[in-house]
C-alpha cells in the first residue's frame, strides 16, 4: 500500500465512528464491518494510542466518515469505502484496486468463490487479491474475453483458480451469442457466479481513455453513436443512461456478458471505480442500484454528492 492510503487507520476510524459517535455496541460493529469482535477491541484500543481517539476525531476522518454515511443513506447501499488519494488515472486505479483487495480479503467466507467483472480496476483487484490471500481463491468470470482476466507479468505469486467464459468478450453476430449461452461449459460458470459469496465490478466512463476503448474492443465511432443515444457510461460492457437504464443499441446483441438484472440479484455487489471522468457513470449506476457496496475516491465520492444534489 502506498503512503496516501492506510486501511488500517480507515477501519480504526470506522470503528471509533460508531463505538463513540453512534453509540454502537463492540458486537455491533463487528456485524456492521464484518470482523471480529477481537479485532474490533483492538482497533478501538490502537485508536486511542495513535491519538486518532482524544476529544474529537480528526477533521479529515471525520469528512470522509460524513461523506460515506450519506452516499450509504441517499443510494440504500450496504457501506461505502472513500479512499483519501488524489492523483492521475493510473495511480488513482491502483490505489482503489489495493483498497478494494483488503476490503474484500477481509471479509472473505470459506467459499473464496468471488465474480469477478471485466476492465483495468478490477483487473488490478484480481492481481492483489491472489497475491495477499492464503488459500486460494476462485474467480468467476462475468463475460466473456478470456485474455481480460489472466494474471499480469508481474504477478510473481497469484493464488486463484480462474473460472472463465471460454469466448470472446463481442462476437461477430447475435446468433452466436445465443449458441455460446447454450454450451455446457459457459452455462457451468453462469451457475457458478450465482453461489459466489462476492462480486467485483468496475465502472466505465465515455471518456478517450476507456479501457474498452484501449483493448480497442469497440471504436470512436462506436462511442460516439452510443453517446447520442444517451450513454454516460458502462457496467460489464452494457452501457447505460443517466438513470441508470440500459441503452438499447446493436452493439449489446453481440455481448457475451451477464444480464444488468441478474447482477442486481448477485451476493454482495462491490463497485470499485473512482476520477472525476467517472462521475457521471458512478452517479447512473448508484441511480440503477446495481451496487451494494462502492469503492472511491474522496474528490469522487464529494463530486457524486454534489452532482446529484444539482440533479
Known sequence: ???????????????????????????????????????????????RQDGIISFHIRQDSDRRMQVEKELIARFGLQDVWVVPVNGRVYELNESLAQAAAIYISDRLDG?????????DTPSRVLNHLA?????????????????????????????????????????????????????VSVQRIQQMSWEAS?????IGSMSEDATIIKNSILTQADFLLLSMKGAV????????????NPIENNLDNRLLSTPLEDLKKMNNVIGVAGGLNKVDAILAVLKG???????????????????????
Open 1 to 47: 500500500m502506498g503512503s496516501d492510503f492506510s486501511y488500517e487507520e480507515a477501519l480504526m476510524v470506522k470503528a471509533a465512528w460508531y463505538y463513540y459517535m453512534e453509540n454502537y455496541t463492540q458486537q455491533n460493529i463487528s456485524k456492521l464491518l464484518g470482523i471480529s469482535r477481537v479485532r474490533v477491541i483492538r482497533l478501538l484500543e490502537k485508536a
Open 111 to 119: 467459499s473464496f468463490f468471488i465474480n469477478m467483472g471485466y476492465g
Open 131 to 183: 497475491r495477499r490471500t492464503e488459500t486460494p481463491i476462485n474467480v468467476v468470470s462475468l463475460t466473456g474475453g478470456v485474455s481480460y482476466y489472466l494474471p499480469n507479468t508481474q504477478s510473481s505469486i497469484f493464488n486463484a483458480r480462474l473460472h472463465l467464459i471460454p469466448s470472446p468478450l463481442f462476437l461477430s453476430k447475435p446468433e452466436m451469442v445465443e449458441e455460446m449461452r447454450k454450451e
Open 198 to 202: 462476492m462480486t467485483v465490478v468496475g
Open 233 to 244: 457510461g458502462d457496467l460489464l460492457s452494457h452501457f447505460i443512461d443517466k438513470d441508470g
Open 289 to 311: 442500484q446495481y451496487l451494494d457496496v462502492l469503492i472511491t475516491d474522496e474528490e469522487t465520492a464529494a463530486a457524486l454528492l454534489n452532482t446529484a444534489d444539482q440533479g
